[in-house]
């Protein structure tokens, strides 16, 4: 049964009629549309576990404030589900709305999962998008700037059609995001049979200081990371410390405009870092610096049509059959230092060690498998070699690497990774969820 209650007092005061912000609690058999739709500045609205319903169109137009946000969450220990029946309708269109937070709430079925439009400072966190007929989490209506937008530490598996986990921003900059964090999600098998793409995270052409952060990913249909270009409207984008693995394209893909650093990309069907001009961008203004990429076969970083500054730093890029870096393009504005591994150089030289051998060089790795692996490095060539100048401050597990000079995504530890284990699910620092301070 729906009951509300006051923080405080009563939800107005007898004293002033000054409303008060509220916590109301409903379960799958109340008006749960009116009791999400009603929520004004700083209430709090507790789902019960259970399956609320859908059947047609549903709109939240809620705006909070900085000081007073909208929070939509799960009773703790208890899982609600919001299930679309068919694939007529988004389960929730979030629109015209701001500083609102979904929180712990299950979504299923539907045409795309959540849809936002007009909307800025939205936090969807530890939530779960899963079976949509479309993609599931999308910022990408024409016209539109979104602005802080928070993705952390959501599951996200099993959509159809284009089936992007995230679709942020628009083809062309005709909307875009900006100062936005996508951060310890979990995103896999976007790669089904009637799939026609399946980026786990696409950013579009145009958005800018976005940061995609320590994400999970594997069995996507196209790049696990699509990346375009900020279009001269911002700072750049950041992609760190990100798992990729079985990617049915590039493992991570970009045009220009980003820092791509301590990131692990494993059996990736085309190259593990592929970069190309796209959607009127340049491939320009990139720094790629320690990562970590192996390669059976074809290329480990392949960079197509360079038109302005490359910085290629500190990787472990292990080609056992194929370009450990191929550069096309204005190939001379490519910058290699430091960097080590297996496979040719094509286009470029120098900044290369081909002495690796990824038997020694690793804990345990595999250039054709998924995890487990240990691509922590071992004393040797990976170790102390790498260039202080242009070195990561942080590795794969967020540890420092001040008095390390080492390449690749981890720094060295002779016990090998003392951090997460290479795997399915979240990243997790220790016991706790790996958010970085998101997940209060």
Same mark, same amino acid.
Request: hydrophobic share 40%; with cysteine.
């Given at each position: 049964?729906?009951?509300?209650?006051?923080? @405080?007092?009563?939800?107005?005061?007898?004293?002033?009629?000054?409303? !008060?912000?509220?916590?109301?609690?409903?379960?799958?058999?109340?008006?749960?549309?009116?009791?999400?739709?009603?929520?004004?500045?700083?209430?709090?609205?507790?789902?019960?576990?259970?399956?609320?319903?859908?059947?047609?169109?549903?709109?939240?137009?809620?705006?909070?404030?900085?000081?007073?946000?909208?929070?939509?969450?799960?009773?703790?220990?208890?899982?609600?589900?919001?299930?679309?029946?068919?694939?007529?309708?988004?389960?929730?269109?979030?629109?015209?709305?701001?500083?609102?937070?979904?929180?712990?709430?299950?979504?299923?079925?539907?045409? !795309?999962?959540?849809?936002?439009?007009?909307?800025?400072?939205?936090?969807?966190?530890?939530?779960?998008?899963?079976?949509?007929?479309?993609?599931?989490?999308?910022?990408?209506?024409?016209?539109?700037?979104? @602005?802080?937008?928070?993705?952390?530490?959501?599951?996200?598996?099993?959509?159809?059609?284009?089936?992007?986990?995230?679709?942020?921003?628009?083809?062309?900059?005709?909307?875009?995001?900006?100062?936005?964090?996508?951060?310890?999600?979990?995103?896999?098998?976007?790669?089904?049979?009637?799939?026609?793409?399946?980026?786990?995270?696409?950013?579009?052409?145009?958005?800018?200081?976005?940061?995609?952060?320590?994400?999970?990913?594997?069995?996507?249909?196209?790049?696990?990371?699509?990346?375009?270009?900020?279009?001269?409207?911002?700072?750049?984008?950041?992609?760190?410390?990100?798992?990729?693995?079985?990617?049915?394209?590039?493992?991570?893909?970009?045009?220009?405009?980003?820092?791509?650093?301590?990131?692990?990309?494993?059996?990736?069907?085309?190259?593990?870092?592929?970069?190309?001009?796209?959607?009127?961008?340049?491939?320009?203004?990139?720094?790629?610096?320690?990562?970590?990429?192996?390669?059976?076969?074809?290329?480990?970083?392949?960079?197509?049509?360079?038109?302005?500054?490359?910085?290629?730093?500190?990787?472990?890029?292990?080609?056992?059959?194929?370009?450990?870096?191929?550069?096309?393009?204005?190939?001379?504005?490519?910058?290699?230092?430091?960097?080590?591994?297996?496979?040719?150089?094509?286009?470029?030289?120098?900044?290369?060690?081909?002495?690796?051998?990824?038997?020694?060089?690793?804990?345990?790795?595999?250039?054709?498998?998924?995890?487990?692996?240990?691509?922590?490095?071992?004393?040797?060539?990976?170790?102390?070699?790498?260039?202080?100048?242009?070195?990561?401050?942080?590795?794969?597990?967020?540890?420092?690497?001040?008095?390390?000079?080492?390449?690749?995504?981890?720094?060295?530890?002779?016990?090998?990774?003392?951090?997460?284990?290479?795997?399915?699910?979240?990243?997790?620092?220790?016991?706790?969820?790996?958010?970085?301070?998101?997940?209060?």
């Amino acid at each position: 049964m729906m009951h509300r209650t006051a923080l @405080a007092c009563a939800a107005f005061t007898a004293c002033c009629g000054v409303a !008060r912000a509220a916590i109301i609690e409903i379960g799958p058999a109340d008006d749960f549309r009116g009791a999400m739709q009603g929520l004004g500045p700083g209430d709090t609205l507790l789902m019960h576990g259970g399956t609320y319903t859908l059947s047609s169109y549903f709109e939240l137009d809620l705006a909070g404030t900085p000081s007073a946000p909208i929070v939509i969450r799960a009773v703790a220990g208890e899982q609600p589900l919001i299930h679309y029946v068919d694939d007529g309708q988004n389960i929730v269109n979030i629109v015209d709305s701001a500083f609102l937070t979904l929180d712990g709430i299950e979504f299923s079925g539907g045409s !795309r999962g959540i849809r936002l439009t007009s909307s800025s400072d939205i936090t969807i966190r530890n939530c779960h998008v899963h079976d949509t007929a479309a993609s599931a989490i999308n910022a990408n209506d024409g016209g539109n700037v979104y @602005a802080r937008l928070t993705f952390v530490h959501n599951e996200i598996d099993h959509a159809g059609d284009t089936a992007e986990g995230f679709y942020l921003g628009c083809n062309d900059d005709a909307c875009r995001v900006h100062d936005s964090l996508v951060a310890n999600n979990y995103i896999h098998d976007l790669d089904g049979p009637t799939v026609t793409q399946g980026d786990g995270i696409e950013i579009k052409a145009g958005s800018y200081a976005n940061v995609v952060r320590d994400n999970v990913i594997h069995d996507t249909g196209y790049p696990g990371i699509t990346l375009y270009h900020t279009n001269g409207n911002g700072a750049p984008n950041v992609i760190e410390r990100n798992l990729v693995w079985n990617a049915g394209d590039n493992g991570i893909q970009v045009t220009g405009d980003a820092i791509v650093r301590n990131n692990i990309v494993l059996s990736a069907a085309a190259a593990g870092i592929g970069i190309h001009a796209s959607q009127g961008g340049s491939v320009q203004n990139l720094v790629i610096v320690n990562n970590t990429v192996l390669k059976a076969s074809g290329d480990a970083l392949h960079i197509s049509d360079v038109a302005g500054a490359v910085l290629v730093a500190n990787n472990a890029l292990y080609a056992a059959n194929g370009n450990a870096v191929f550069a096309g393009g204005s190939s001379n504005l490519v910058t290699m230092v430091a960097n080590v591994g297996t496979g040719s150089l094509s286009g470029v030289s120098g900044g290369f060690d081909a002495s690796g051998d990824i038997t020694t060089d690793f804990s345990d790795a595999s250039d054709s498998g998924a995890p487990p692996q240990d691509l922590v490095p071992r004393a040797g060539r990976l170790v102390g070699t790498g260039d202080a100048a242009t070195l990561a401050v942080d590795d794969f597990n967020a540890e420092s690497r001040v008095s390390t000079v080492d390449v690749g995504a981890y720094r060295n530890n002779p016990a090998g990774n003392q951090g997460w284990p290479l795997q399915a699910g979240f990243k997790q620092f220790g016991d706790a969820i790996f958010t970085d301070g998101f997940d209060d």
